[in-house]
């Protein structure tokens, strides 16, 4: 296995043990992929959930460029909540988990198609 495969696994692993959801692997792999490089960047592959500007990239990059989804406060509601069941705690928060549960919570599998 590659380190791709590892960090997929480790996702899936939080998915699982933090998130308490099943993974769609086929789908998890292809929002991880999307991450592209900065995957393997320990500062870039996680989301700092306690600053406000961060939140605002994920909401701008993510949400609105790569799901094309329209802005408005159900987007910040929904990063939020996502955060909320990834635990407030969690120190590592893996930008491709937060990006799958993103997905799964707008219904929008079919950008990953």
């Not at 996502?82 to 219904?107: D, W």
Request: glycine letters at 6%; aromatic letters at 8%.
């Amino acid at each position: 296995m590659g380190k791709r495969d590892d960090l997929i696994a480790k996702y899936a692993d939080d998915l699982k043990t933090k998130c308490g959801m099943t993974p769609d692997m086929a789908l998890l792999t292809k929002v991880t992929i999307g991450c592209g490089p900065s995957i393997y960047d320990a500062d870039a592959a996680t989301v700092a959930a306690s600053q406000p500007t961060e939140l605002e990239t994920v909401k701008n990059n993510f949400l609105i460029k790569k799901l094309g989804l329209k802005d408005g406060p159900d987007l910040m509601a929904a990063i939020n909540s996502v955060i909320e069941t990834y635990g407030k705690s969690e120190r590592n928060k893996y930008r491709a988990v937060i990006y799958y549960m993103l997905t799964k919570h707008f219904k929008k599998e079919s950008v990953y198609k």
